[in-house]
């Protein structure tokens, strides 16, 4: 028995607001690449490096979103397109990894070599992108909670805020003391920030990817509760995964001892499982207590 979809996958409830955040984000890089080649600043280049990361980030969880709802006409792909927004979120894993790697290189090669740092335009571009990012956040800030897509993109502004106040850090400290190697400071800690923030985000994909039981989820529990279900002797082949953020779903076996009382049943199961348990989408098998063979399967 099949519940059917929910109401809708999460980051598609959060289009607008990453499509507004990829042109405010789109438009900065620009001026923050060519700000950081005129300036001659390592942490202006990084943290541009890590906004054109934030930039392919948000385009693919734009194109994910747009892919999860796409019907599919092939037949082949029975679950729909939904996994496209985890795999978007695993490019901005790859992408912020691979910007705060190129960072740290480029950091570490600098230290010990003269450097020329013009502070004032790292100071007036440092504060429009700190602007530009806690804009972005604000319009990211609800799906973050709610869609790993929506989240990896999240994540990505979050570390350019943090970027953008490094610049600026960075900046006074080369006026203060005269020394740019306040610059490559900046530079090695905003590369760090970021494979932190990459690795948390991996993870969480990881194990969507992986299939495990979704987070806040407790196996033993939702199989006591469908075991305490009226005309339910049994339970077994209980599996529970999450196919896209928002989007939980369950297969099991549930025995009974009438078969008469088995629609009643299957509509109690799916109540349990929506409301008390968050799945979306459950696929149920009514067996009576005769039936043999289930119990042979090993996972």
Known sequence: MS???????????????????????????????????????????????????????????????????????????????????????????????GVSIYIVFEAIGRIGEPAEVSTGLMLVVGGIGLVINLIALFLLRSGASE???????????????????????????????????????????????????????????????????????DTTVVATDLADIDGVSDVHDLHLWTLTSGM?????????DDPGDNHAVLDRARDVLRSKHGVAHATLQVEPREHQGCDEIGW
């Open 147 to 217: 869609s790993l897509n929506v989240k990896g993109a999240y994540l990505e502004v979050m570390a350019d805020t943090a970027g953008s106040v490094g610049v600026i850090v960075a900046g006074w400290l080369v006026i203060a003391t005269g020394q740019p190697f306040w610059d490559t400071v900046a530079a090695l800690v905003i590369g760090v920030f970021v494979a932190v923030r990459a690795i948390g985000l991996g993870r969480q994909v990881f194990a969507v990817l992986g299939q495990h039981v979704p987070e806040g989820m």
């Open 3 to 97: 519940s059917g979809h929910g109401h809708g996958h999460a980051a598609g409830r959060h289009r607008r607001r990453l499509a507004l955040s990829f042109a405010l984000v789109g438009m900065f890089f620009v001026v923050e690449l060519v700000a950081g080649l005129i300036a001659g600043s390592l942490a202006l280049l990084s943290d541009a490096g890590h906004m054109a990361a934030d930039v392919v980030t948000l385009g693919a969880a734009l194109l994910a979103t747009r892919l999860a709802t796409r019907p599919d006409n092939t037949g082949r792909r029975t679950y729909g397109s939904y996994r496209a927004e985890v795999f978007a979120s695993l490019l901005a894993v790859a992408l912020m990894l």
């Open 248 to 256: 939980n779903v369950a297969t099991a076996h549930l025995v009974t």
